[in-house]
T-cell receptor, first 116, second 111 residues
Framework: DAGVIQSPRHEVTEMGQEVTLRCKPI?????LFWYRQTMMRGLELLIY????????DSGMPEDRFSAKMPNASFSTLKIQPSEPRDSAVYFC??????????????FGPGTRLTVL | QKEVEQDPGPLSVPEGAIVSLNCTYS??????FMWYRQYSRKGPELLMY????GNKEDGRFTAQVDKSSKYISLFIRDSQPSDSATYLC???????????FGKGTMLLVSP
């Protein structure tokens, strides 16, 4: 299996632009997680999907952030408009269990976002 | 007080040393404890997984949980330069749907 696939790997954009990050989870996994990692705040959960349904989006920082999972093999995280403080590494992870977090999460390689 | 506290390091040791990495937490409902290893510019990968209190050993790695003290540890014996990475603790409890991560400790093992 190819593991969790994320694209793009690097994104540099200007403040105010729309940014879309993409994730393909491991086939057969039914839970998907979006995280943001910064030096200051560490790894933060943004949103968690189970069977394509958003279960917990309490970590989404504000309305500028939105996430979708139209099917079991694809998810997007969108930031519109982007701001310099959104600069971070964004990780997607997936897991196979129905019990949520007790199951091993497999992380993608991350998207390094820089907003100028 | 943050839910999970972890010293960011860096922790520098010579090859062959015994390494101790630690996390403290405040939520007594946490029952599942994990250690993830993250190499530079890579995603975290699960290294060790323990349930409730006690020790778990896997090769050179030992995970220890002391729920009474709300303290978990990861020991690395005979450390190698390839162990140089950031180690993140993570934890959750029954009925929880999310993991809570520490900020990670950067470990540098010099040859």
């Amino acid at each position: 299996d190819a593991g969790v696939i994320q694209s793009p790997r690097h994104e540099v954009t200007e403040m105010g632009q729309e940014v879309t990050l993409r994730c393909k989870p491991i086939s057969g996994h039914n839970s998907l997680f979006w995280y943001r990692q910064t030096m200051m705040r560490g790894l933060e959960l943004l949103i968690y999907f189970n069977n394509n349904v958003p279960i917990d989006d309490s970590g989404m920082p504000e309305d500028r952030f939105s996430a979708k999972m139209p099917n079991a093999s694809f998810s997007t995280l969108k930031i519109q408009p982007s701001e310099p403080r959104d600069s971070a590494v964004y990780f997607c992870a997936s897991s196979s269990g129905t019990s949520g977090q007790q199951d091993t999460q497999y992380f993608g390689p991350g998207t390094r976002l820089t907003v100028l | 007080q943050k839910e999970v506290e972890q010293d960011p390091g860096p922790l520098s040791v010579p090859e062959g040393a015994i390494v101790s990495l630690n996390c403290t937490y405040s939520n007594s409902a946490f029952q599942y404890f994990m250690w993830y290893r993250q190499y530079s510019r890579k995603g975290p990968e699960l290294l060790m997984y323990t349930y409730s209190s006690g020790n778990k050993e896997d090769g050179r790695f030992t995970a220890q949980v002391d729920k009474s003290s709300k303290y978990i540890s990861l020991f690395i014996r005979d450390s190698q330069p390839s162990d140089s990475a950031t180690y993140l603790c993570a934890m959750t409890g029954s009925g929880y749907s999310t993991l809570t991560f520490g900020k990670g400790t950067m470990l540098l093992v010099s040859p």
